[in-house]
């Protein structure tokens, strides 16, 4: 029987011990955190993070005493397009704190709380490799992107042919979001949309941490009208 090996370092142990919230919580019950990177490029495999920013959601608010940001030191210059999105130059995260030190502030930000992305695979790819690294596992998270198609196609009787923007999506919901491609902003324009739609789902039928998390939300909230669903 093969044996699972220790969290690696105290930030990874404490993540490991504490308590995430019950798949059946109400969701404003739950403990939150949204997470977003700024990446040299878009292969876990190949690039790297240069920014963090987290903001964690408290029976459903946004706790901005809470929120954290880093840039991240960075072996690598950032690819053309990726350098041209966010704007931070290998001079810029030189004297930045290492992978390892960010990683640790991602896992205590992150303790007790269910992960909130926008188009999760691209976080969670670059995220499970420095989790796996801390022999701990990365764990189920919400996609706002997920929960936004779904809202759109009940609001609207269709879902947007090609990728849904964060931006995109926040002006749907009525919000402005903060200033692009900045981790901690985009981190922030993630929490407030992922209240937003939780709320509007919340209206329809009783959200709970595994309804969020669920590859759907519900046959009876997809047949709903988009009355139910407006802004509010």
């Known amino acids: ?22 798949p059946g919580m109400a969701w404003r019950e739950a403990r939150w955190c949204a997470v977003d990177l700024e990446m040299t490029g878009l292969d876990p495999r190949t690039d790297e993070i240069i920014a963090i920013g987290a903001v ?17 030191r960075a072996s690598k210059r950032s690819k053309v397009g990726a350098v041209l999105v966010h704007k931070l130059r290998l001079a810029d995260v030189a004297e930045a704190p290492s992978l390892d030190e960010a990683i640790d502030l991602v896992l205590e930000a992150m303790a007790g709380r269910v992960p909130v992305f926008h188009t999760a695979a691209i976080e969670a790819g670059f995220l499970k490799r420095q989790f796996a690294r801390r022999h701990v596992r990365l764990p189920a998270a919400a996609d706002t992107e997920v929960l936004g198609r779904r809202w759109l196609r009940m609001r609207d009787g269709q879902e947007p042919a090609h990728g849904l923007s964060l931006g995109r999506l926040a002006a749907a919901l009525g919000h402005p979001g903060e200033v692009p491609h900045h981790a901690l902003a ?12 939780a ?3 919340d209206a329809v039928e009783p959200q709970t941490v595994r309804t969020l998390l669920a590859p759907g939300v519900g046959e009876a909230m997809r047949t709903m009208g988009a009355r139910r669903l407006g802004p509010g």
Request: hydrophobic residues 55%; glycine residues 8%; charged residues 20%.
């Open 1 to 22: 029987m093969r044996l699972r090996r220790a969290p690696a370092g105290a930030a990874a142990q404490a993540f490991v011990r504490a308590a995430r919230p019950a």
């Open 199 to 201: 709320t509007r789902l």
């Open 56 to 72: 964690p959601i408290d029976d459903g608010r946004v706790v901005l005493g809470g929120a954290m940001y880093t840039l991240v």
């Open 186 to 197: 985009d981190a922030l324009t993630t929490a407030q949309t992922f209240i937003a739609l």
